[in-house]
């Protein structure tokens, strides 16, 4: 069997403890020995971005990427103003935090409208770019499971997100390999391998069974049906070896201690990641 990852790879992405605040979030990866860290723009939010940097620096953890952006369609004009908007600021407070990635949502479509949701996404995409080189940061698009398409992301498989990726430059635009969105794909192995240094971040959760929320339904890993040693080393054969986040949400643990589900996302990472 393969061997799992040690430690020093693992980024807490901080959904996992959605009930802690980044000050807290940030003292138990001190308290866990974790060196890197994923946070979210509402946590970042709370505190100001400037500050957030400080704590997370100060603590001597990195960042592996920011969640998120996206959420490009909009029903006019003015809607899609203002999710440029936002996503100008999401590549600001990325590069404030000291990390290259921003990760994208990419958003549901405006009622049934699939494929004009998917050239939204595109345009959108388009537009941020050049935003991002000038601050330094790579957009990660994330392929999300088809069940959130009506909610989430028109952008539901890896070869879609690749097929978006590779309209621009591979230092620009890349991927994210979510296991619990992705872990279904008949083709995953080849997109993984397609995409290849296009991979900018590698999640993992599990899916248990059953599923009890979309959304905030996931399991820690080795307790639910995927099997992550094989996608990790299909994303290591494609060439990534950066951190691995582990972005567990799950509405049941946010009512738990947090030191709690940091020592579980720690043993689980070593024996089945």
């Not at 591979?170 to 192995?189: F, I, N, Q, S, T």
Request: aromatic share 4%; hydrophobic share 45%.
């Amino acid at each position: 069997m393969r061997a799992g990852p040690d430690l020093a790879r693992l980024s807490l992405n901080q959904i996992t403890i959605d009930q802690a605040s980044l000050p807290e979030a940030i003292d138990a990866c001190g308290r866990a020995g974790l060196t890197v860290i994923a946070p979210w723009r509402h946590k970042v939010a709370e505190v100001g971005v400037e500050r957030a940097a400080e704590l997370i620096h100060g603590a001597g953890l990195r960042v592996s990427s920011l969640c998120r952006g996206g959420f490009f369609p909009a029903p006019d004009p003015a809607g899609r103003r203002a999710a440029d908007a936002d996503n100008r600021a999401a590549v600001e407070e990325a590069a404030a935090l000291g990390t290259d990635t921003l990760v994208l949502v990419c958003g549901p479509p405006v009622g049934r409208d699939v494929e004009g949701a998917r050239a939204q996404i595109l345009a959108g995409i388009e537009r941020l770019v050049p935003h991002a080189e000038d601050h330094g940061v790579r957009l990660a698009i994330e392929p999300l499971h088809p069940m959130m398409i009506s909610e989430r992301s028109a952008i539901v498989t890896l070869g879609e997100a690749n097929d978006l990726a590779e309209r621009f430059d591979a230092h620009r635009v890349g991927v994210v390999v979510d296991a619990y969105h992705v872990w279904w794909d008949p083709r995953l192995e080849a997109e993984i391998a397609r995409a290849g240094r296009r991979i900018f971040g590698y999640h993992v959760a599990d899916w248990l069974v059953p599923t009890t929320d979309r959304l905030e339904g996931r399991g820690m890993m080795g307790e639910g049906v995927i099997d992550l040693r094989r996608i990790r080393a299909a994303v290591e054969r494609a060439g990534y070896d950066g951190p691995i986040e582990v972005e567990v949400i799950n509405r049941d643990a946010w009512a738990r201690p947090a030191d709690d589900i940091v020592a579980e996302v720690c043993a689980a990472f070593l024996a089945a990641a």
